[in-house]
């Protein structure tokens, strides 16, 4: 049996945060990247276990016309056990006392988890208010060698 789920709304200690990141794929920060870009968000939800980050999503934007979900990402071990659609509720909640009418609110997906986020209302563009969305892959795909 797994230990109970606790969300929390908080911002994480930016080591969990470097630690899930790297645990799901999405590539180490520094401590002072992670710092920083966590200081700089607008709502936090984290999912503990055993006092453990194991779930976590965040809000990013200027907290009136736009809002951008980031970093939604679930623990390998908490998987199955409806972490991401917690975190997803407590989100979608936020946004519905903070965003407006006029607010944008988007996210970019992990390839192939397109389908989980559209259960939560969001549609896959282009549609009838958005193209198809760019990314600017210059800096992602820096040569390290």
Same mark, same amino acid.
């Given at each position: 049996m797994n230990a109970a789920l606790d969300i929390r709304l908080e911002?994480?200690?930016?080591?969990?945060?470097i630690?899930?990141?790297?645990?799901?794929?999405?590539g180490e920060v520094s401590p002072e990247q992670s710092q920083q870009s966590l200081d700089?968000?607008?709502?936090?939800?984290?999912?503990?276990?055993?006092e453990k980050l194991v779930g976590f999503g965040r809000v990013v934007g200027d907290g009136v016309l736009f809002f951008y979900i980031s970093d939604v990402v679930v623990s390998p071990q908490a998987k199955g056990q409806g972490v991401g659609s917690m975190l997803m509720?407590?989100?979608? +909640? !936020? &946004? #519905?006392?903070s965003a407006t009418r006029l607010s944008t609110i988007a996210?970019?997906?992990?390839?192939?988890?397109?389908?989980f986020y559209?259960?939560?209302?969001?549609?896959i563009c282009p549609?009838?208010?958005f193209g198809q969305?760019? +990314? !600017? &892959? #210059?800096l992602i795909e820096l040569d390290t060698s």
């Amino acid at each position: 049996m797994n230990a109970a789920l606790d969300i929390r709304l908080e911002k994480p200690h930016y080591l969990d945060y470097i630690r899930i990141r790297k645990e799901v794929g999405f590539g180490e920060v520094s401590p002072e990247q992670s710092q920083q870009s966590l200081d700089n968000s607008l709502f936090f939800v984290c999912v503990y276990q055993a006092e453990k980050l194991v779930g976590f999503g965040r809000v990013v934007g200027d907290g009136v016309l736009f809002f951008y979900i980031s970093d939604v990402v679930v623990s390998p071990q908490a998987k199955g056990q409806g972490v991401g659609s917690m975190l997803m509720n407590e989100i979608i +909640s !936020y &946004l #519905k006392k903070s965003a407006t009418r006029l607010s944008t609110i988007a996210l970019l997906t992990a390839p192939g988890k397109e389908g989980f986020y559209t259960k939560f209302g969001f549609e896959i563009c282009p549609n009838k208010y958005f193209g198809q969305g760019l +990314s !600017y &892959l #210059k800096l992602i795909e820096l040569d390290t060698s």
